[in-house]
């Protein structure tokens, strides 16, 4: 048995990181135009782009899935299938009306702008928890399905008001196109603000979840298994979803809401490093944030199959891929049933 | 541990009614009573899991003073049936046992590993460090959750029948260890209990818990009374001294107690 020191966490994270580079590698080969093999200088500086807003967007859903599994013991659990990345994302396209944009009008500068889209789409998702949980509790419990079945309908609620709102007012400035909002796609049309505001705000997030990575092993556990050994289990749960939550809303408010990429990367990286959170965690980030890219790659691809010139949304791509595990997961837990 | 006027209530249901315990280092306890008497409730509000009216004092500190840390490093906690993840590793199990200790991001100390090795060493585990929760028998998997409390290096241990899922054996074993702990390194047990006789045989002391009140609390020579134990159980009872000290309880089947004989 070896001690888990500074030197392991180190490890472990630089390990993580090599998995993404070594995906990412992969996904700079894949271009729109069909074509495969290390891009040139100008090429280069396209994909780069592309490769990078994945991989930031899938490491800050990973790291949320894992926190979300672990804080509600559900393995199910997952930003988008609980119905939060549908808040934030209808949150941060409310926040492109002119009336929006003129109330924040003293933000004028365009971090100032981008950083109350962030705070927009964080609102929209405790908005959403808020509603999922009050739903899904009955008398303090929150039972696993239940929860997963209200998130879904809040989702499609969501989708329904997004949908609505845009048809009665044609002319609001979209980015990336309306279904963006319903299936996440990575955007390139992005201010370098916008960017560094959900850098900054998914690396700071993710630095504090790193830090209770500990706890979350022990809060797997149950409430007085938990607080027998230390952890004061409630305040964990509420720091965990409220910062897990802002990580989510900090990817949904520049790519909308990408589904499954935080339910499947804590699974694989449960598969490959055992069920301890300080490994899960680092891992499941290096993971989504290279199959996020890979995916996204994915769907560039099919470029070369459609007519416009277009490709699907990574979305597509990731629902195509994650709706199935999750259905045989289901299968599975149902099997050896729930605690709980 | 000293703990005075416990008085808790599940909404209208009164489960504890001023209840006085106490327990001091190297001593087992057996608390005993039938089922919904609050055995389980006495442990959870002695851990300050549950708030309940009166005072607990863990080494003369009131528990309000204590943080959940610091009493995790004095007091352990078996629960009744403790969760279990089937693809989680025995070895991973133990360490949690050490999160009280860990500093941030989860860093261990050599004293951690030490401390787990020797445990497992103790408990016969260390050749299943790498094992499965799902692939080791049930006894074993008690003996994990057992050693995962030891970890924490408790000064107290408050175990909510332990021996449920255990055969006759490993629970002979388990009350062994337990008075083994208590006798060389100190540790004050308090183990709730169906089990009259085992813990006829093990306990130092007795707490007879009926109903919410304390009807007994002493050596097991005065609680371990035909009579105290009828009124309590609401089943005849025959009590049977062996020759080597100690008693054996055996309810009567007969029926001779029953008004309908």
Known sequence: MRRWGWGSLVLTIGGSVLVWAVLAAASLCVGSSGDLG???RQVYEIRSEWVYMASLVGAALAAAGVVYQAILRNPLADPYLLGISSGASLFAYLWRFPVVAGVLGVLSTSSGRALSQQAFAFAGAMVAVAVVFTLASSRGRLEPITLLLVGVIVNAVNGSIFLLISELAKDL???GGPMTFLVGRIQTNLTPAQEWAAAWVIGVGWAVLLYLSGELSVAVLGTAEAEALGVRIQRLRWIGLIVASLVTASAVAISGPIGFVGLVCPHLARLMVGTDHRKVFPVATGLGAGLLAVADAGSRFMARETMAGTWPAVGVVTGLVGGPFFLALLWRTRL???EE | MEAK???FAYGRRSVLREVNVSLWPGEVVALLGPNGSGKSTL????????HAAGQVSWEAKPLAEWTRRRLARRVAYLAQSPA???EQRVGEVLRLGRAPYWTAFGIESETDIQVIRAVAEMLGLANLLGRRMDEISGGQRQRVFLG???????AAMLLDEPNTFLDLKHQVELCRLLRRLAKDD???VLMASHDLNLAGAFADRVVLLADGKVVADGPVREVMRAEVLAGVYGVGMEVIERPGGGAVVVPRVDGSDSPFS
Request: charged share 10%.
């Open chain 2, 43 to 50: 442990i959870k509000v002695l851990l300050g899991h549950l």
């Open chain 2, 5 to 7: 006027g416990l008085t």
């Open chain 1, 38 to 40: 290390w891009p040139g």
């Open chain 2, 84 to 86: 279990w993840d089937g």
């Open chain 1, 173 to 175: 400035p979209n980015s």
């Open chain 2, 148 to 154: 995962r409390c030891l970890a924490q290096q408790p």
């Open chain 2, 186 to 188: 100190g540790v004050a």
């Open chain 1, 336 to 338: 050896s049933g729930i």
